[in-house]
């Protein structure tokens, strides 16, 4: 490439040298008749300039020249396809301003099975963090979630997916998961795990928890926790969060804009 | 399988909605009695109230009993600072 390159410019300081000197002297020639005074006027110049040119345009200087231009030119079309791929993503998604809540899970349902962050995709998904010996808070806001889960389960279908994920790993087994999430809506998924996923769990929706690590199973205590609920899209981020004074048509209403402008984005309510 | 009378022995079922409702509504009770009786602050106020005590700490688990008293204490003083604040912003408000 580089060999072509000094052949392309070589051939082009040659042209050119032509150039200079047949564009000295034709036109001396043929409009000036007095041979005696053009050519020593125009052969000084024009032998300088020949001379200067080839002094500064080198193979060595045009192919520099050529590859700093080639280098610009592909770091600027670079650089503004870059920032045309990022406008587009800004506009999108609205990334700018998302809290970054969500993340790495690694819990067990109430069924069993395993449930990583790559099971909310697909789904929108609320998520609220308890734990079943809850005095009054987590029942009110679970009953609350439910109610408007079976209100879009009308609009749409099961497209939201309610989840509860347990702070309280000492004493929400399996069985007693069961039985909590059960009695508050069908589809409420329960998800639990041990002190350490709990806590990580906890990390990545930045909700804060006071189980004693020590805590044993058939201790009376209650968790201290944070008592949001999230509100999260089909690709598993988060869109919105409400508390204890959002009712359930807050809630519903807020999901029905989300899911409609999704709809208008993507042709389905998922 | 022990279910009857089990519950007597273990205590309130939390995971269950009825006992849950059975707590909220002993405490409820109680509760009403203190105002009642005027008391503010739950254990203090003597033997006046030991028929709704007594079911409300059989119906709720202690930590609960412990949660809705403490509670009970703070909303009653949130009350009294609200009043004291309301009465300063009138009071501010007529000069």
Redo the contacts between chains.
């Keep these: 490439m580089s060999a072509s390159l000094v052949r392309a410019a070589r051939a082009g300081r040659i042209a050119t040298r032509t150039n200079l000197r047949s564009g000295a002297r034709t036109p001396a020639s043929w409009s000036h008749p007095r041979h005696y005074a053009s050519i020593p006027e125009h052969s000084g110049p024009s032998k300088q300039r020949d001379s200067s040119a080839v002094g500064v345009f080198t193979p060595t200087a045009a192919a520099l020249f050529i590859a700093t231009g080639a280098a610009l030119f592909a770091y600027f079309k670079y650089e503004k396809e870059r920032l045309a791929e990022q406008r587009r993503d800004e506009l999108a998604d609205k990334e700018v301003g998302r809290p970054n809540v969500g993340g790495p899970l690694s819990l067990t349902t109430h069924q069993g099975k395993p449930f990583t962050e790559q099971d909310l995709q697909g789904h929108w998904s609320l998520i609220y963090f308890g734990f079943?010996?809850?005095?009054?808070i987590c029942?009110d806001e679970l009953d609350k979630m439910s109610a408007a889960v079976d209100q879009l389960d009308k609009a749409y279908g099961p497209v939201v997916q309610p989840i509860f994920i347990s702070v309280d790993p000492a004493r929400d087994s399996q069985i007693?998961m069961e039985?909590?999430v059960t009695?508050f809506h069908p589809r409420l998924l329960g998800l639990f795990g041990d002190y350490a996923s709990t806590k990580e769990a906890c990390k990545s929706y930045r909700v804060y928890f006071s189980t004693p690590q020590t805590a044993k199973a058939t201790d009376?205590?209650?968790v201290d926790h944070s008592i949001f609920f999230y509100f999260m899209d089909p690709n598993g981020r988060f869109v919105d969060a409400f508390g204890k004074a959002s009712t359930v048509e807050d809630v519903v209403a807020r999901v029905q804009k989300e899911v409609t402008a999704w709809k208008a984005k993507t042709g389905s309510v998922v | 399988m022990g279910w009857l009378g089990s519950s007597d022995k273990k205590g309130p079922d939390p995971v269950s909605r009825q006992d849950r409702q059975k707590c909220w509504e002993s405490r409820d009770a109680y509760f009403a009695c203190l105002d009642a009786a005027g008391v503010v602050n739950p254990g203090t106020e003597g033997t006046s109230c030991a028929a709704p005590l007594k079911a409300y700490q059989q119906n709720c688990a202690k930590s609960w009993v412990d949660y809705f008293n403490q509670r009970r204490v703070l909303a009653e003083q949130q009350k009294s600072v609200l009043a004291t604040v309301n009465t300063q912003a009138s009071a501010a408000n007529r000069k």
């Design positions: 079943t010996n809850c005095p009054d029942p007693q039985r909590y009695d009376d205590y209650l």
